[in-house]
């Protein structure tokens, strides 16, 4: 179905089967039924370039498009956008207007009808979305993100007020970009760290704050960049455009040329970079932030001490140890950073020793004062760099308590391949694996499983899943950063080649890892010895574990997975959108459409099997009661309430709308609706009918009004003189018990008005306060039912502000209460004292760790184990895990009971009192079988033990006598 567009001159097509097909002006190019379902190797996992060929038509679309700048094309509602590396005139206010609140399908593809859809849905269901913009560096995420928020800054509702907070969003950006953005060979303005920012929306669907989470922020930058790259943005800014009596308090000089730090890549002066111009956009953006002149002064002192630590030079004195000789840049930090000399000089050319209770400065060589100069200058940059972040967030941040929804932006940096690969990028690769394994679970997999799972004929499309990457390198115990983690706590010396080695032992058989031992003769030859490669879902990439970039970084690795971790699940609680961003071209050159690199990303990027899954799929679906609740008012028979269940009142609905048997599918809990066009006349017509609805309650209102003021009249007719009003009052005081009648209805009025407004101000202000204003006999019945609503929206007020650590905390003492209130002494004065996660001042053995098997600890406390015979006292570990409790001694499980086994006819297991010397009573913990532990925390331990075993009823108390 073709369709003209008034709007725009532009014809697109609306596809039958819930997928926008490509369409260039008046000549459309639809994909052959061949080209998409191409055959598939039936060995999906064993190797990336065993997945089918790219339909041909699909890449001729895409050229095309390209070629006639139109750079943006759907696939269902996933979005493709080829980057044009040149201006195009389709992101003024007049394009973001044409686009607001427009249907989905009703206009060509943009990045605003992503943008609009996701702000619609939002404000209609309020729900929470989020936006994935993914692809190669240098593909366009971070202009992608940047023209998302613009859309939503003009077209969003504001007010004089939200426009401050509206401003900071957008101006954040600059900033960011500054410290944390770097000309890399793929991209001038390409993003070293990972960031993902909520934009907070009222219940209008206005933005009233937001919220940045960063990752990885690319350390290593400050101190080496590859031939042709650049050190961070802020650097060059600050030479090119600070005025000159900030870099004479700096003690810097114009000339990039003259700093280390930003030489390496020999390309410090970029025509393509404006410096200067971008300084000027960046103070202003500070000055909008909130940034106060101190702060500033402070940000570009540590700044400028970084470019000082550069020119640092060590030389060897005559026992080999490093000295500096020059003091002159080394006094200049001094004074920036407020460090005393001698101890800045001592950090850099000496290293401490623990020993005991001692401390020992052990003097460094030259090549080790190097590594110790850059190490600083990276930990001040990263550390700079996080600051920044979080005062960011403290000027987005919003006030207000109440229920906001959000829409997250994810813009994180793009896969890569360099000459040399180091953690760094091995980190920024296995973020991008994750993020296509989030696409997979939310888009193909969980796709085709919600048709099985609902009942709905569907056959089966193939596709590739890199889970099988994913486990390589996050599995427990298997993974690659797991081996990393057990090589660096591992007794005697770590170093690159004792990492490799153990790689090669654990993981040496995966498909996807090979080293230069375990390759063919032929891939040997592009492998060196210190080298590993991964076959990533975007390709091979080699990884260099020389001069301990890996052996160094175990820790560094556990909390970045731990982040990305909490990241997915962030995005996992949001609707998501995506956008698939593609890198035409090596060369940023535009009108250049390189076939052989995009059939390559689009291949690794799954468009093919999105777009089968999309073209056999439905367009939308929705839970039976959320769509009644929409659209009942559109049927007779279910306006206003339906009685019945949800599944039949949309089967009524929908006959009466006259849905075709084709057009959709109903299954077990859901609505599914095969075409975009059916979905679109359904919304139509809830517009219609709501503005019908509207005008009939506004008629209704205006009836009223209108009657009210001619009763107004009445009465002041009525009332001429004082005399009059008087006699009424009097008159409604004597009638005031009787129910209301004209005689009383004047009098009770007024009460009634005095009584609200004296109400207004005496009203509770928290939970605890029962104080309430009484009232006249006449308002007794109506006081007490604003009473309850009064209460009722305390006690919620309340609830939504309960932290999730406070909930638990309140639930373990709702588990202690009906364990010990009444049966135990002690017990009321423990109820104001917090419970905590452990009771130990020193980590757990990690060979315990290992033995536990990967269960996660709930609790820890030291206790006192009691032989059965004799009583004998022994100081143990008491481990609380999901499923088990275990009895430690130093780095053994001396015992493990399951909480599965702890049932039967009688008490197995119950916190008890028991004396065991006169006078002293000692607090036991009473295992049925030979367990006797004594705690000092009994109320905490066995609330815990009762939650984690879900065995309240089993607990007995028993008094010691």
């Known amino acids: 179905l073709l369709l003209s567009n008034q709007r725009t001159g532009f014809s697109h097509q609306r596809s039958l089967t819930g997928v926008c097909l490509l369409s260039l002006y008046h000549t459309s190019f639809v994909l052959q039924k061949e080209e998409v379902e191409d055959n598939t190797d039936a060995n999906m996992e064993g190797a990336l370039i065993a997945r089918d060929r790219v339909g041909t038509s699909f890449l001729n679309n895409l050229r095309k498009r390209y070629q006639e700048n139109l750079i943006y094309t759907y696939i269902g509602t996933l979005l493709v956008s080829v980057n044009p590396y040149k201006e195009l005139d389709i992101y003024t206010v007049t394009q973001m207007q044409l686009y607001r609140g427009v249907n989905f399908f009703e206009l060509p593809p943009h990045l605003y009808a992503i943008a609009d859809n996701a702000y619609r849905v939002m404000c209609s269901e309020y729900n929470n979305h989020f936006i994935l913009i993914s692809g190669e560096s240098g593909a366009g995420k971070t202009e992608a993100s940047k023209k998302i928020l613009q859309y939503y800054a003009v077209t969003c509702p504001t007010t004089e007020q939200l426009q401050i907070v509206r401003d900071r969003l957008l101006l954040s950006n600059p900033v960011l970009e500054a410290f944390g953005n770097a000309k890399t060979l793929r991209n001038d303005n390409s993003s070293r760290f990972g960031k993902y920012m909520d934009i907070q929306f009222d219940f209008k669907g206005a933005p009233v704050g937001g919220h940045i989470l960063s990752y990885l922020i690319e350390k290593s930058r400050v101190v080496h960049q590859n031939h042709g790259e650049r050190n ?45 111009n971008d300084w000027k956009i960046v103070r202003k953006a500070f000055s909008i932030i909130d940034f106060t002149e101190k702060d500033l002064e402070h940000l570009f002192g540590i700044v400028a001490s970084v470019l000082h630590l550069g020119n640092i030079q060590f030389e060897e004195d005559s026992n080999g140890h490093a000295i500096i000789r020059n003091g002159t840049q080394i006094k200049w930090i001094s004074k920036l950073l407020g460090v005393h000399l001698s101890i800045l000089q001592e950090a850099l050319t000496h290293r401490k020793i623990e020993a005991r209770s001692e401390e020992v400065l052990s003097p460094l060589n030259v090549d080790l004062a190097f590594y110790a100069r850059d190490a600083v200058a990276k930990a001040i940059y990263g550390r700079t760099f996080t600051w920044l972040v979080n005062k960011i967030n403290g000027s987005l941040a919003n006030k207000d308590s109440t229920r906001k929804t959000v829409i997250g932006l994810l813009d994180i940096y793009g896969f890569e391949v360099l000459d040399t690969n180091s953690f760094e990028q091995f980190c920024i690769n296995y973020c991008n694996e994750k993020l296509q394994q989030l696409l997979i679970e939310m888009t193909l997999k969980a796709e085709q499983e919600e048709y099985e799972l609902e009942g709905i004929e569907w056959e089966p499309i193939p596709y590739f899943n890199n889970k099988i990457i994913c486990d390589l390198v996050e599995q427990k115990h298997k993974g690659i950063i797991s081996i990393l983690d057990e090589e660096c706590l591992r007794p005697g010396e770590a170093t690159d080649l004792s990492f490799l080695e153990k790689l090669e032992e654990k993981v040496g058989d995966h498909a996807h890892f090979v080293t230069r031992k375990l390759a063919d003769q032929k891939t040997r030859k592009s492998i060196d010895w210190v080298d590993f490669r991964l076959l990533h879902y975007a390709g091979e990439v080699t990884y260099c574990a020389l001069n301990k970039l890996f052996s160094m970084s175990s820790q560094v690795a556990t909390q970045f997975k731990n982040s990305l971790m909490s990241l997915i699940e962030i995005l996992m609680s949001k609707e998501p959108s995506y956008v698939r961003c593609i890198k035409p071209n090596e060369n940023k050159e535009p009108g250049k459409f390189d076939d052989f690199l995009i059939r390559h990303q689009v291949k690794y990027l799954g468009l093919m099997e999105h777009l089968r899954v999309r073209r056999a799929g439905f367009a939308y679906r929705r839970k039976y009661e959320l769509f009644l609740q929409r659209y009942k008012s559109l049927c007779p028979a279910t306006w206003p309430h339906w009685h019945g269940p949800a599944a039949e009142g949309v089967e009524r609905l929908i006959k009466h709308l006259g849905y075709k048997p084709e057009e959709y599918k109903l299954g077990r809990t859901k609505i599914f609706i095969r075409f975009p066009k059916t979905l679109f006349a359904t919304e139509d017509a809830f517009e219609i009918r709501k503005h019908l609805l509207g005008m009939a309650a506004l008629e209704a209102c205006w009836r009223g009004a209108l009657a009210r003021k001619e009763a107004k009249k009445r009465t002041v007719g009525c009332s001429d003189n004082q005399e009059v009003i008087i006699t009424v009052f009097i008159n409604g005081f004597i009638n005031r018990k009787k129910p209301l009648c004209p005689e009383n209805i004047e009098f009770v009025r007024l009460v009634q008005y005095k009584y609200f407004m004296k109400l207004r101000d005496h009203v509770p202000k928290n939970v605890l306060d029962k104080s309430w204003l009484r009232p006249p006999s006449i308002l007794e019945e109506t006081s007490e039912m604003l009473k309850k609503i009064c209460i009722r929206n305390l006690v919620r007020k309340y609830c939504r502000g309960v932290t999730a650590e406070r909930k638990v905390q309140l639930q373990q003492k709702v588990v202690a209460s009906a364990v010990f209130r009444g049966k135990k002494e002690g017990y009321l004065q423990s109820i104001n004292q917090p419970f905590v996660d452990t009771r130990l001042k020193n980590d757990i053995n990690p060979k315990v760790l290992q033995l536990i098997q990967g269960e996660k600890i709930k609790y820890a406390t030291p206790v006192v184990k009691y032989d059965r015979n004799g009583f004998k006292a022994r100081e143990r570990l008491l481990v609380l895990t999901q499923s088990s409790a275990y009895v430690v001694e130093m780095a053994k499980i001396k015992q493990k009971i399951d909480y599965a086994t702890l049932k039967g006819n009688g008490v197995n297991w119950c916190g008890a009192f028991l ?47």
């Open 232 to 276: 961070f943005h802020i650097f060059y800014q600050l030479l090119e455009g600070g005025d000159k009596d900030l870099l004479c308090w700096l003690g810097l000089e114009r000339n990039p040329q003259k700093y280390a730090y930003l030489i390496q890549g020999r390309c410090a002066k970029v025509f393509s970079i404006n410096d200067k």
């Open 915 to 961: 004396p065991i010397s006169d006078p002293l009573t000692l607090p036991l913990l009473c295992f049925q079988g030979d367990v006797i532990l004594h705690c000092e925390h009994i109320f905490e331990v066995v609330s815990k033990l009762c939650m984690l075993a879900n065995k309240q009823n089993l607990v007995k108390v028993v008094q010691g006598r």
